[in-house]
DNA sequence: GCCGTTTTCGGCCCGACTGTTTTCAGTCG
């Protein structure tokens, strides 16, 4: 089993942390930083671009030193440099100070005066009220740790945007009622479309006299006010999500919606740029002698770093401040290219609404098209239509058609990929469809090879046009099944063949760096819904956020085609 | 540990908030 490139990511962050208690230069620390997140983000597995023969130093933020640490991590599963620090600094160290409140140097302290090294020893010496005795704890201290200790288990889940989206929404919408309010926007990763948060940055201007700050603190939801300031204040809220509101004046809105918006290494990116023209930017603006030069919208700020304007989805370090300097960013797709969807489900197997309601509800949303993919007969579950059933609904679709002339019904299916690679209903009646989505619902467990195999004999199949929810991943939920997604999108652009970017809020998949491989493969994606009822064909948006994220544009997905040309798109051989 | 139109050494983002101080260290984003 190759090395992920998650465990090698793990293995530097708790070597950074590790030697960071240990007072290592903070510099240091940060290289082991940025090399995990870098790593962690990379859409090639180490292993594989050494196998490749790549030089991995070429990496941005990877030198030699890390080059060589990766290549002996992957060779031997193992760090010495970490089980060397692990001897003189223990372990479980670095788990403490996942605690809020708690840095390397408090970590340090409570280690070397009370012998505190897990989170059960800490929560005893909070009890004993051990810690208050110590120089630069005090009681405060010591009654916040406590309580953080015992908050502690079980947290750590991110939340979906669908989820996030419903608490910010109310938020916002209370907030907007504070006298002196100008502009509210939420920042951070949910304005960048990450397929989850942490937590809200929302950002207000308003007036000096502004009530918003204490409006904030005084939310219903609000369950703990961590932090509380004149221009900065963090709360946590009965969902467990942790909110930032921070207040800037309306000459720096821009600059501060872009540094709240991050990401941190596109921020860094931006900053350097700054930097070489002699330029300051923070928060407040773009500075040149400690004059303001800009701030007011971020366009200002890009302009004065020699860059177009960075859509939020793209500001992820991934080579969007290079492409901004040459003009040369992604027209990204958007809701209004999107013309059907080809994913759906109705009540003939496990969906919630009738094809005449979905349909009526597509034409309801603007779409040309919209695609019937109800489960087939292996999906057990879900009741899946055998081969006289699907007569039946084709029968249906026709008929339905017939009434109308703004919308067409296609007539497809759900097939599931068997292990063998076949498909589950004969190819004589699938040539009555228009086009099919196939997907694996069954045997997640196999070997990468063999899921990978699996897969791809399915795609030999003339009858195979979509692949559905090509990891099976399900957010908090399921891990993706263990699969050579870059083979798998090698293999459906030779055969002509399409994946899916399932837009369900839990599911996201392919997610966004997958859809980056996509098209950098020239592969186009399906963005559908898999959609169980009306309301669920609103998640097409999510779906949308992960292929912006992925920097594709409109011609990278197919059902942003008027029909004819989808219909041409859809015949292979 | 990385990086380079200030290039092989010397920088590397920095401001807000809190608790424990009595002028500041630690943490966070």
Redesign the pocket.
Known sequence: MPIHNNEIADDFDRLADLLEIEGA????V???R??ARTVRNDTRNMADRIEDGEDL?E?????????E?IKTIVETGELP?LEEVRLRVPDALSDL?R???????????LYHNLDIETIDDLKDAAENEKI?EL??????????IKERVERFAGAEKRTTLLVAEDIAESLVEYLKQSKGLKDIVIA?SYRRCKETV??L?ILVTAKKDSSVMKRFVDYDEVIE??????????VRLRSGM?V?L??VPEVSYGSALH??T?S?AH??GV??LG??K?Y?I???GVFKNDKRIAGKTEKEVYEKVGLCYVPPELREGRGEIEAAKNNALPDLVTLNDIRGDLHCHTTATDGHNSLKKMTEAARERGYEYIAFTDHSKHVTVARGLDKKRLLKQIDAIDRLNDKLDDIVVLKSIELDILEDGSLDLPDSVLKKLDFTVCSVHYKFHLSSKKQTERILRAMDNPCFTIFGHPTGRQINEREPYQVDIEKIIKGAVERGCFLEVNANASRLDLNDDACKLAKDNGLKVAISTDAHSVSDLDFMRFGLNQARRGWMEAKDVINTLPLKKLRKLFQRG
């Open positions: 230069n903070q510099f240091r940060r290289a082991y940025d090399a130093s990496i941005a933020g990877i030198g030699e030193d890390l080059a640490k440099l100070m605690i809020e409140g708690l840095g390397p140097k408090r970590v340090k302290a208050q120089e630069g704890f005090g009681r405060k201290t010591e009654h916040i951070g942490g937590d940055d006010v961590i932090l509380h300031g004149k221009t900065r204040s963090t942790h930032d921070r207040v540094y709240f991050g941190k921020n860094i900053r350097k930097m070489k002699g300051k923070n928060e407040y």
